[in-house]
């Protein structure tokens, strides 16, 4: 893909993540060669972006090359004097070719993601299931002969069940769980008692929700961080007056006194945005973003930090960029490299 730019900066934009701009990324091209051309304004309101995040997209795509079923197939992309234009694009209408084996681990996850329960709209999954097992043919007979069993976190309470199915009977049997729940900005695991409320799936995560017995709280747990879960046999005592998490506007909800974090990071290093919660995350161009977290305890960011290494740094606040720095300096001079 070959692009001509002449693009200008504009005031800071909504929060993005890498798989925000990965789905930005696959729609692009399509909805501007459905338009002959677009304003770069008018695009950047389509997707919700602003036009600097929308040409930093357009500069990463015009390194994009498709090399099948010609050896070299270019698409010629140019926003210069504020249009987007697509042109050399015939290779987008070209219906998708998959191999047997691409077919098979298609059909492998589809398959994996209709049996997991309380899944919404299954019956579209199901449709899209059908219809690729009719154009796939004989794949379609290999992929069936395929069982995938996902458990939905990490321990080995019961090696019989999922742990996902022993919460959703612990809730049904009114029991009472505990858990070893790692949590990451202690970088520890923690052992509690859970009374569970509810399961439910946020930003595309499952979450227990539940009165937590070590907090005296309600609290949502990740189910990808319960390392062990065992129910217990003791009935669950949810307290009358333990009201349900409003999740409609997130999960991030820092407290005032938590300190708040900036870090730059390099396109390496957009994967913080993903998995930690940031209170906003600004695109520099380039791919490197700039994220403010807030914590209440710093220890488990600095350990962040070195893990990164060239992938990103803490700028604010000073003092803890400044501590960081010489727990750099002391780890390098054990190997002689200060």
Same mark, same amino acid.
């Given at each position: 893909? /070959?692009?001509?730019? /002449?693009?200008?900066?504009?005031?800071? @934009?909504?929060?993005? /993540?890498s /798989?925000?701009? #990965?789905?930005?990324?696959?729609?692009?091209?399509?909805?501007? =060669?459905?338009?002959? &051309?677009v304003?770069?304004?008018?695009?950047?309101?389509?997707?919700? +972006?602003?036009?600097?995040?929308?040409?930093?997209? #357009?500069?990463?795509?015009?390194?994009?090359?498709?090399?099948?079923p010609?050896?070299?197939?270019?698409?010629?992309?140019?926003?210069?004097g504020?249009?987007?234009?697509?042109?050399?694009?015939? &290779?987008?209408?070209?219906?998708?070719?998959?191999? =047997?084996?691409?077919?098979?681990?298609?059909?492998?996850?589809?398959r994996m993601?209709?049996?997991?329960?309380?899944?919404?709209?299954?019956?579209?999954? &199901?449709? =899209?299931?059908?219809?690729?097992e009719?154009?796939?043919?004989?794949a379609?007979?290999?992929?069936s002969?395929?069982?995938?069993? +996902?458990?939905?976190?990490?321990?080995?309470?019961?090696?019989?069940?999922?742990?996902?199915?022993?919460?959703?009977?612990?809730?049904?049997?009114?029991?009472?769980?505990?858990?070893?729940?790692?949590?990451?900005?202690?970088?520890?695991?923690?052992?509690?008692?859970v009374? !569970?409320?509810?399961?439910? +799936?946020? $930003?595309?995560?499952?979450?227990? $929700?539940?009165?937590?017995?070590r907090?005296?709280a309600?609290?949502?747990?990740?189910?990808?961080?319960?390392?062990?879960?065992?129910?217990?046999?003791? !009935?669950?005592?949810?307290?009358?007056?333990?009201?349900?998490?409003? =999740?409609d506007?997130?999960?991030?909800?820092?407290? !005032?006194?938590?300190?708040?974090?900036?870090?730059?990071?390099?396109?390496?290093?957009?994967?913080?945005?993903?998995?930690?919660?940031?209170?906003?995350v600004?695109?520099? *161009?380039?791919? %490197?973003?700039?994220?403010?977290?807030?914590?209440?305890?710093?220890?488990?960011?600095? *350990?962040?930090?070195?893990?990164?290494?060239?992938?990103?740094?803490?700028?604010?606040?000073?003092?803890?960029? &400044? @501590?960081? %720095?010489?727990?750099?300096?002391?780890?390098?001079?054990?190997?002689?490299?200060?």
């Open positions: 893909m /070959t692009a001509k730019a /002449t693009g200008r900066g504009v005031a800071k @934009g909504p929060a993005t /993540t /798989t925000d701009r #990965l789905g930005r990324l696959l729609a692009l091209v399509p909805y501007v =060669v459905n338009r002959d &051309s304003a770069l304004g008018e695009a950047a309101a389509a997707f919700g +972006v602003t036009e600097k995040q929308l040409i930093d997209d #357009l500069n990463l795509l015009w390194c994009v090359e498709l090399r099948a010609d050896p070299y197939c270019p698409i010629d992309l140019s926003y210069e504020g249009e987007i234009t697509v042109a050399e694009a015939e &290779s987008i209408a070209r219906p998708l070719r998959l191999k =047997v084996d691409e077919a098979s681990a298609l059909l492998v996850a589809l993601l209709a049996g997991i329960p309380g899944l919404d709209d299954r019956d579209a999954l &199901s449709r =899209v299931i059908a219809k690729l009719s154009a796939a043919g004989a379609a007979a290999v992929s002969q395929v069982a995938v069993e +996902v458990d939905a976190y990490g321990g080995s309470a019961d090696p019989g069940r999922s742990g996902l199915g022993t919460l959703r009977d612990a809730i049904a049997r009114g029991r009472r769980v505990h858990l070893t729940y790692y949590v990451p900005a202690r970088d520890e695991n923690t052992e509690r008692d009374d !569970p409320m509810r399961l439910l +799936v946020v $930003e595309g995560n499952t979450y227990l $929700e539940g009165w937590c017995r907090a005296e309600v609290r949502l747990f990740k189910l990808d961080r319960i390392a062990d879960l065992a129910v217990l046999d003791v !009935p669950a005592s949810v307290p009358d007056d333990a009201e349900p998490i409003d =999740v506007a997130g999960l991030f909800r820092p407290s !005032p006194q938590d300190e708040a974090v900036t870090l730059e990071l390099t396109p390496r290093g957009r994967w913080v945005a993903d998995y930690y919660p940031c209170e906003s600004e695109e520099l *161009g380039e791919g %490197r973003l700039r994220v403010v977290l807030r914590t209440p305890d710093t220890r488990w960011v600095r *350990g962040l930090a070195l893990r990164l290494g060239d992938q990103g740094r803490v700028v604010a606040p000073a003092r803890l960029a &400044s @501590g960081i %720095r010489e727990d750099a300096v002391r780890a390098l001079a054990r190997y002689g490299m200060a």
